[in-house]
């Protein structure tokens, strides 16, 4: 049976160079960068090498890197060491309400440490309007936080208009970039943030691996107290081959970055294009052009997106949704609710998400099964026959 | 994928009485498309037994496999075995749910439940509809 991945967002496939970049990590030089020989220093030179390689692809000096152990890592150091560091200016945050669980729901922590959230909401494309965050600042906030693209439903954020409102409030501001750090061009010079996270294994790189940028001079409060590996802002032995990995993928992604965004646009734009003439009463979801390159999501109505999911698993179609019955805590996604999109139509999300290794024929193959499979679940769903009866009865 | 027993993966790529009974002799709608999942289940009853029951989800994999496993356990039985159809013995008959699926098989014992007091109740009133 054709095996199609489609669920880049998730996590993308390691590229053979990376892996072979990793290798020598893995056993032969395996010594502890802190350590005054020759075994610590060849550890210490693959991971500088690795934050020089991850700095060039956000325009960012080396020492403002620090490495993290995953996204999730990074976001919840920037929002809670960057508010803590800030707490005596004030206890104010600001995040979007479409931002991921790792930023939401730190800022929720912040709350019960005593600090007050203030959630600005987006448009039905899932856009953030940069006067939304100027209205929500007040005198003691320390922290803004905006996505730099939402990865469900691929929405690209006005950042620099965002940083304009929040440098002239002097207010810090973080976002979270691993949807499109290694994807898409990230200069943390040009979009005037002050914080920034990324995610190897977003862009071909290892799991497990991450980093957070600080302007120079950004305060920040250590989540892990211990040594001073990362200039005493994030302690713990390094993970030396995945930070090689990263800095390998890194490297790659800058140099191919060109071509990988117009491999991943045509494959998007032709299933975004095409699948609506193919599916009746299917609506794309975020917005129509500014969106990630690699990024077609849709909600498909009257079904479910775990049913539709394990129908396309089972004709090797790997995607995600947002649906309710697809998380664990059996609540829709909360991305789609904040874009006023219906429970009922979030139900029937579908995430396609394409990597390097997709081609037209993956398009042609989801064009091909879909279809089928909707037809299946809408014979089977009584909301679609109740649909059909009152339509007909209508007309 | 979740975490589901090959039965219910069995039940949910071949479900059992799938549609809609023409003049049914009960119906019974459960759940609702903002918590998830939705079922009616129709039945018709001959001789104090369950001669047909069909089905309609709206939901995840485990709420389909449930309306068909359910369809399945309540036809032919009469109806005083049908309404001892419980959640408990749904998912145990499908060898076992995730934990957070339990509430499908709950959907399932009730939707059935209430076609059946459907069923009861226009007896009563010897309503023909």
Known sequence: MRKVYLDNASTTPLLPEVREAMIPFLDKVFGNPSSLHDWGDAAREAVEAARTQVAQLIGANAEEIIFTGSGTESNNFAIKG??????????????????????????????????????????????????????????????????????????????QEIAKITRENNVVFHTDAVATAGTIPVDVKELGVDGLSLAGNQFYGPKGVSALWLRKAVRIMPLLDGGVQEGGRRAGTENIPAIVGLGKAAELAK??????????????????????????????TGHPQNRLPGNASFCVEFIEGESMLMLLNSKGVAVSSGSACTSRALKASHVLIAMGISHELAQGSLLFSFGLDNTPEDVDYVLEVLPAIVDRLRQMSPLYSKFTKTSKGGE | MPVYSEKVMEHFMNP???????????????????????MTFYIKVKDNRLDDVKFKTFGCGAAIAVSSIVSEMARGKTLEEAMKITPRSVADELEGLPKNKFHCSNLGAQALNKAIKDYLSKKKTGGKE
Not at chain 1, 257 to 276: K, S, V, Y
Not at chain 2, 25 to 36: F, K, L, Q, R
């Open chain 1, 82 to 159: 960057l508010a803590l560091a800030k707490q005596n200016k004030g206890k104010h945050v600001v995040v979007s309400a479409i931002e991921h669980f790792s930023v939401l729901h730190s800022a929720r922590t912040l709350g019960k440490w005593g600090f007050e959230l203030s959630l600005v909401p987006v448009d039905k494309y899932g856009v953030v309007d940069p006067e939304d965050v100027r209205k929500s600042l007040r005198k003691d906030t320390v922290l803004v936080s905006v996505m730099h693209a939402n990865g469900e439903v691929g929405t690209i954020e006005p950042i």
């Open chain 1, 255 to 284: 140099r191919t970055m060109a071509a990988r965004i117009e491999h991943l646009t045509q494959l998007r734009d032709r299933l975004l294009n095409e699948l609506p003439g193919r599916i009746d009463h299917v609506v794309v």
């Open chain 2, 16 to 38: 059992r009485n799938v549609g809609e009974i023409e003049n049914p002799d009960g119906v019974g709608e459960e759940g609702n498309p903002i918590c998830g999942d939705m």
